[in-house]
Every structure is written in structure tokens, then in C-alpha cells.
């Protein structure tokens, strides 16, 4: 077992185990990355896949992630609301669209949407459609295959649901809901017919065997959109003490993500901000899809800073779905 050997295997459309997986992680960093950029060149070429997102709905949410400022459990200060005016979701589409991005997901806190707001969400999805013509995701939480089906008859394309780390540590994490919830949603929307974008945190307390799990979980169910956020701890939180990631920790992870799912898009989302480069170096070392923007509850870094740097690297933003 060797880098040289396990790069090979890829290539050649070959999987790696579990066991080679943390064989990868221990191996010397740049020449690391360089082979998950190999391998990212021969399954993805110059393919990025850039989205923006919206806070939809904000806060109040009955569901106790230890990470999260929108949870009523913590005491975060963040600003609630309900569901967005349309006007207001809809202007923010377009100006994604203007700015020459070709994804917008809808966020919103919360277990799940009511069947109300889902209803009403299915609306405004057909006017961002019919007007904007942006391809749609929504983040609606733990909906069933009817709920999803019904947005995916309204024009939506992705659905997006995190796995946020592996099943051994998900109790460490949350214990409002667990991650067989989490998997019967996602292969909720898949029956439905729509794709699916899951990923997770990095920082939440995890092991490296705990991110490889999440990783070969995350292959298992066939997800082609693989956001891999770095915790921002924040204050009020219990994760408000952990320690911060470093810019190597995360180009090591998105690396041996690359080399567990080489046709994926490797999403770099939350905390991308805090990376003293800003994610380029993330972005040569496997990585080749981002969130632009503002985050849910933290300022993000400008579609128009974002474009810049795509150029730089040889990039042509592109829709990718599964």
C-alpha cells in the first residue's frame, strides 16, 4: 500500500476501503493533495459547481445540534424569523443569477417545514423558476417522499440534508433526532426523484476515523454533492470552546474525501471564511465546488471574490447534478 498505488487504484475507477482511507490521511500533505487533485482533474476536469444560499426562515428550532446558533436550545442572540417574504427570497435569486451563479438553495431552520409552508414554498419555487430560471435547492429538514415530491413537480432539482458527521458520533452531536432520520430523508428525496447534497462539520469532536466514516456513508448512498464545513464555534453553543481546524487539517480531509468519492463535488461551505486563503489551496487539493456568500448566520466571502479566484485557477462554473 502506497500513495502511488492507491492513486493508481483510483484512476482506474477502482474504491478505496475503509483501511486505506486512514492509510491516505497519514500521508505526507502536499503530496497528498496533489494526487487528490489528479484525481479530481480525471473524473471532474475543470468542472466547479458554485451556489449561493438564503436564511429562509430563521432560529426558534426545536432541535438541540450543538453547533448550530438556530437552535432554541442555545442562547446565541441569533436574529429569528418565519418563512421569508417571496418578494424578498425571489430578489435574492436574481441577484445570484445577475452575478453569474447558477444554483440557489433556500435554507430554513427547524425540524421540518408544515405542510403549510411547504405548500407555500412549492409557489414560490415556480415563480423563481418561471422568472429567475436559477436551478433551485431547498434545505427544508426531515420532510417525507410526498413533501418532496411535490418540490420536485414545483422545479426543484436538489435537496440538500446533512449527514453532519458519522453515525458512531451523531449522538455526541444531537439527540433530538438521530441519523437513521437523517438517512430515511435522504433516501426519501432520492425516491422521489430528486438528487441530494450531504455532507457534514469538521471540529465537532470527531475522530479521523469518525470523517472517513461519514465519507464512505456519504458513497454508500450514491451523493454527488458533498458540502465539508468547518465548525465556526460560536458563542452560546456548547461546541463554543472546540478547537478550530487549521488551513492543513482541512486540505488533508477534502484530499482523502477526493480519493473515497473521486466524481463527487466537494463543497467547501461553512467556515471557509476563517481559512487564511479562503479555501484556494482546498481547491488544488481536491475540493471543486463552494457556497458563495453569506452563510446561514455569518458573513461568507463575495461571489464576485469567488469568480475572481475561479479564473485563477483554471475553473469554468458549471452545474453538476447526480
Do not use: W
Not at 12 to 23: I, M, N, P, S
Not at 47 to 57: A, M, Q, S
Amino acid at each position: 500500500m502506497t500513495l502511488h498505488t492507491l492513486t493508481e487504484k483510483v484512476l482506474k475507477e477502482g474504491q478505496v476501503t475503509r483501511d486505506e482511507a486512514l492509510y491516505l490521511y497519514g500521508q505526507p500533505l502536499d503530496e497528498l493533495c496533489e494526487s487528490a487533485d489528479k484525481i479530481r482533474r480525471r473524473f471532474c476536469s475543470s468542472r466547479f459547481d458554485l451556489c449561493t444560499i438564503i436564511n429562509g426562515k430563521s432560529g426558534r428550532c426545536s432541535e438541540n445540534c450543538k453547533f448550530c446558533a438556530q437552535s432554541a436550545h442555545n442562547h446565541t442572540g441569533v436574529t429569528e424569523y418565519p418563512l421569508l417574504p417571496d418578494e424578498e427570497i425571489l430578489a435574492q435569486a436574481r441577484s445570484s443569477r445577475q452575478q453569474g451563479v447558477l444554483r440557489y438553495s433556500i435554507v430554513t431552520s427547524g425540524r421540518q417545514l408544515s405542510d403549510q409552508e411547504t405548500d407555500r414554498m412549492c409557489r414560490l419555487i415556480r415563480r423563481i423558476r418561471e422568472e429567475v430560471g436559477i436551478s433551485v435547492c431547498v434545505s427544508f429538514g426531515l420532510l417525507n417522499e410526498e413533501q418532496f415530491r411535490r418540490l420536485k413537480e414545483a422545479g426543484v432539482s436538489r435537496v440538500h440534508n446533512n449527514l453532519e458527521t458519522s453515525e458512531r458520533n451523531f449522538p455526541n452531536v444531537c439527540t433530538t433526532h438521530t441519523f437513521a432520520d437523517k438517512l430515511q430523508a435522504i433516501r426519501a428525496a432520492r425516491a422521489a426523484g430528486l438528487s441530494v447534497c450531504s455532507g457534514g462539520i469538521m471540529g465537532l469532536g470527531e475522530t479521523i476515523e469518525d470523517r472517513i466514516d461519514m465519507a464512505l456513508s456519504l458513497r454508500e448512498l450514491g451523493i454527488q454533492s458533498v458540502p465539508v464545513n468547518m465548525l465556526n464555534p460560536i458563542p452560546g453553543t456548547p461546541f463554543e470552546k472546540n478547537a478550530g481546524l487549521t488551513q492543513e487539517d482541512m486540505r488533508r480531509i477534502v484530499a482523502v474525501y477526493r480519493f473515497i468519492l473521486p466524481e463527487a463535488s466537494i463543497r467547501l461551505a461553512g467556515g471557509r471564511g476563517l481559512l487564511p486563503d479562503k479555501g484556494k489551496s482546498c481547491f488544488t487539493s481536491g475540493a471543486n465546488a463552494a457556497i458563495s456568500g453569506d452563510m446561514l448566520t455569518t458573513a461568507g466571502i463575495t461571489v464576485r471574490t469567488d469568480l475572481e479566484l475561479l479564473k485563477e485557477l483554471g475553473y469554468e462554473v458549471k452545474l453538476y447534478d447526480e
